[in-house]
């Protein structure tokens, strides 16, 4: 999947690895790796949306400036091997380690790349991107549990070249303290069980008011597999799909062009969330608002 966006391009490769590439030529991927999204090994399940997500495939790049990893669950040094440049610099959250991956991986101080370590607030220049470390947690996975991604566990990032910030959050619900955000682009982690659902990033996303807006890692609906062409997207929580002020060219699948998203073939004539529309299905679990960071 490449969509691509006033000279930027961004390509979801799968769970939550994406590429960034800004019209200098400047890359930056997110997360690369884990379950086999760039070996060619991973497939998404029987989900909803599931075909609309990226085969997996065996990739092997190695043109990254830039790498983030936001948590030990995403830390995968075989897939930053296969992005990573010769002279790519690594970002990781100071949270990550091999230990708390719990699986045999490389420590990050072996790591054969120029490795910067980042907290909360840091905001280091790396390969000419600005990148902007921005908190990230999530509730318990279900009522009356732990959460997999408690406070200080991980991170988002924001990242800015050029005057174009792209903005991944991470492993995370809806924080207030994306607010601080002012992001061109928006990649949303969607699960409904474990990060946030299409309703929290729908209110997120009208609050952070981007251009772009590309999901990504495992469970969305299918409305939200894709790209806006407007040039300013407003949002609906109701519903977890795209509305328009503007017309629009429609909401395409970004693996068949030729399909529409939504019928009718515009945003402006989705249907409204009502019970008798079939898109208007409750979440997994209950919406919650923008939580404040603690």
């Given at each position: 999947?490449?969509?691509?966006?006033?000279?930027?391009?961004?390509?979801?490769?799968?769970?939550?690895?994406?590429?960034?590439?800004?019209?200098?030529?400047?890359?930056?991927?997110?997360?690369?790796?884990?379950?086999?999204?760039?070996?060619?090994?991973?497939?998404?399940?029987?989900?909803?949306?599931?075909?609309?997500?990226p085969p997996a495939s065996d990739y092997h790049a190695q043109d990254a400036?830039?790498?983030?990893?936001?948590?030990?669950?995403?830390?995968?040094?075989?897939?930053?091997?296969?992005?990573?440049?010769?002279?790519?610099?690594?970002?990781?959250?100071?949270?990550?380690?091999?230990?708390?991956?719990?699986?045999?991986?490389?420590?990050?101080?072996?790591?054969?790349?120029?490795?910067?370590?980042?907290?909360?607030?840091?905001?280091?220049?790396?390969?000419?991107?600005?990148?902007?470390?921005?908190?990230?947690?999530?509730?318990?996975?279900?009522?009356?549990?732990?959460?997999?991604?408690?406070?200080?566990?991980?991170?988002?990032?924001?990242?800015?070249?050029?005057?174009?910030?792209?903005?991944?959050?991470?492993?995370?619900?809806?924080?207030?303290?994306?607010?601080?955000?002012?992001?061109?682009?928006?990649?949303?982690?969607?699960?409904?069980?474990?990060?946030?659902?299409?309703?929290?990033?729908?209110?997120l996303a009208e609050r952070l008011d981007p251009e772009l807006v590309v999901?990504?890692?495992?469970?969305?609906?299918?409305?939200?597999?894709?790209?806006?062409?407007?040039?300013?997207?407003?949002?609906?929580?109701?519903?977890?799909?795209?509305?328009?002020?503007?017309?629009?060219?429609?909401?395409?699948?970004?693996?068949?062009?030729?399909?529409?998203?939504?019928?009718?073939?515009?945003?402006?004539?989705?249907?409204?969330?009502?019970?008798?529309?079939?898109?208007?299905?409750?979440?997994?679990?209950?919406?919650?608002?923008?939580?404040?960071?603690?």
């Amino acid at each position: 999947m490449t969509v691509p966006h006033a000279g930027l391009t961004v390509d979801w490769l799968g769970y939550a690895t994406a590429r960034v590439e800004w019209p200098d030529g400047t890359v930056a991927y997110t997360d690369p790796g884990r379950y086999g999204v760039l070996t060619g090994e991973w497939t998404p399940g029987d989900f909803d949306g599931a075909r609309h997500h990226p085969p997996a495939s065996d990739y092997h790049a190695q043109d990254a400036d830039l790498v983030v990893v936001t948590h030990a669950h995403h830390y995968d040094p075989h897939g930053i091997e296969r992005v990573a440049g010769d002279d790519a610099t690594v970002v990781v959250y100071e949270g990550v380690s091999a230990d708390a991956a719990s699986r045999n991986v490389t420590p990050v101080d072996a790591l054969d790349y120029d490795v910067v370590r980042v907290a909360y607030g840091d905001s280091p220049t790396v390969a000419g991107v600005d990148v902007q470390t921005v908190r990230a947690e999530t509730a318990p996975d279900e009522p009356g549990g732990t959460s997999s991604h408690p406070p200080g566990f991980g991170c988002g990032f924001a990242l800015t070249r050029e005057d174009t910030t792209v903005f991944y959050p991470g492993d995370s619900d809806a924080l207030a303290a994306h607010g601080d955000v002012d992001p061109e682009v928006f990649l949303p982690p969607l699960s409904r069980r474990i990060t946030m659902g299409e309703t929290e990033a729908a209110d997120l996303a009208e609050r952070l008011d981007p251009e772009l807006v590309v999901p990504s890692t495992t469970t969305p609906s299918r409305d939200w597999w894709g790209t806006a062409d407007c040039s300013r997207p407003t949002w609906r929580a109701a519903g977890f799909r795209w509305r328009s002020t503007s017309d629009s060219p429609g909401l395409k699948s970004p693996l068949n062009p030729t399909e529409d998203l939504f019928s009718g073939g515009r945003m402006t004539d989705v249907c409204d969330a009502a019970p008798s529309c079939p898109r208007s299905r409750p979440p997994l679990r209950s919406p919650r608002a923008a939580r404040p960071h603690r």
